[in-house]
């Protein structure tokens, strides 16, 4: 579907500019006019991870002439395998810094808006206000599912992309044309059913194959060319190299963008989404512990069952002494009950606390009453017990 261009294009373009971008003046369907368009565009670019790193470098280098970027996290050793972006130098650094001066040197001509802030209910529609087209590289749904409230609100049209493992997803989200990101997903899955790329791992090169679909998509949206992924669902197999989309329908009783929307302004999306169920936030109420307490616990000899919930790819990275591995997905099917002293004191953990507080919860209704869980799991132990092991 052919849709208009979404800016006006610029008065002019520089003789510099004419030679930055001669590559793209001379392709018919972009020309002048086109450049002068993304000369004018301001584009926001929602996190500058996995996603936002390769969108943000191409998105400057096409000559988007105001681009924001949102991110609140500093970057991490572990980010450097897929977070072009950034580099050694950068570690501990602000991430919308380190990626602001990086497209900086990759196109000068940039107008780059830093917004090192955490994107909330409070914040978001202030922000988004300011730009014409969001770029979501966001990698949670309570905040997949702002950004897509927030940008229908607003009338805006946001590209989206998704990745785990060697798998990716992207579309072109506008509900004046189209569906919206609640017409695929009306509800976000259970509360620990999809683990995140932290937990599940990502390809690093499969954020700069969805990364670059999005600044493709986000181009033509901007210059008026070619036919968008709007009202598609482009979905990619890295391991078999096949792509394929997906009709997805606008849906009249979408509560957001439907006939008669019954969301009219943002909501608590983190309550909305759930960090965890209900059960395991009842399970972990008086029965977590931190990490400290636990090693306080191995110094004293104490008599425990420290039980790793996580997968045996993340054991093998880093894991803490003394526990035996049995996948939370074991435990929620019953079939490592068996294994579990009832003579000794359970103690849960995993990479932060979710699966771990998700794996309590069947240990209380099974009977395991005094079992507990460390909050905030090995990244806690390495973070306050031991520092020399490597993180994920």
Request: one cysteine or more; aromatic letters at 6%.
């Amino acid at each position: 579907m052919s849709l208009p261009p979404l800016v006006e294009p610029a008065d002019e373009l520089t003789v510099d500019e004419v030679r930055r971008y001669s590559r793209h003046l001379i392709i018919p369907d972009v020309g002048m006019a086109g450049q002068k368009r993304l000369k004018n565009a301001k584009v926001l670019c929602v996190g500058a991870g996995g996603l936002g790193s390769p969108a943000l470098m191409y998105l400057a280098a096409a000559g988007v002439g105001t681009l924001g970027v949102v991110d609140f996290d500093v970057v991490d050793e572990s980010n450097l395998q897929r977070q072009i972006i950034h580099g050694q130098s950068d570690v501990g650094r602000l991430k919308a810094e380190s990626a602001a001066a990086s497209v900086r040197e990759i196109n000068p001509l940039v107008n780059v808006v830093i917004h090192n802030v955490a994107l909330t209910t409070d914040n978001v529609m202030d922000i988004f206000a300011a730009y014409d087209l969001i770029v979501d590289g966001t990698d949670n749904f309570a905040t997949r599912y702002m950004v897509n409230d927030a940008a229908v609100l607003l009338g805006k049209p946001y590209i989206w992309g998704s990745i785990y493992r060697f798998d990716g997803q992207a579309s072109v989200f506008w509900s004046e044309y189209g569906p919206c990101y609640r017409c695929l997903y009306p509800e976000p899955p259970p509360p620990g059913m999809v683990p995140s790329c932290a937990e599940g791992g990502v390809l690093g090169v499969l954020c700069a194959s969805i990364g670059s679909i999005q600044v493709n998509e986000a181009i033509k949206v901007l210059t008026g060319i070619g036919d968008p992924l709007v009202g598609r669902l482009m979905i990619y197999d890295a391991l078999e190299m096949k792509y394929r989309d997906v009709k997805v329908r606008k849906d009249p009783e979408c509560p957001l963008c439907g006939k008669n929307p019954t969301i009219t302004e943002l909501i608590d999306y983190e309550a909305f989404c759930g960090t965890i169920s209900d059960e395991a936030q009842q399970a972990a109420s008086g029965a977590t512990i931190t990490a400290r307490e636990l090693k306080d616990m191995q110094d004293r000899g104490d008599d425990i069952f420290l039980v790793d919930v996580r997968e045996q790819n993340e054991w093998e990275i880093v894991n803490i002494p003394g526990a035996v591995l049995i996948p939370k997905g074991d435990i929620v099917r019953g079939t490592a009950l068996e294994r579990l002293p009832h003579d000794k004191k359970i103690v849960l953990h995993c990479k932060s606390g979710a699966r771990s507080a998700e794996a309590l919860a069947v240990l209380k209704s099974a009977g395991f009453s005094d079992a507990v869980h460390v909050g905030g799991g090995v990244l806690s132990w390495i973070k306050t017990v031991d520092p020399s092991l490597p993180t994920y």
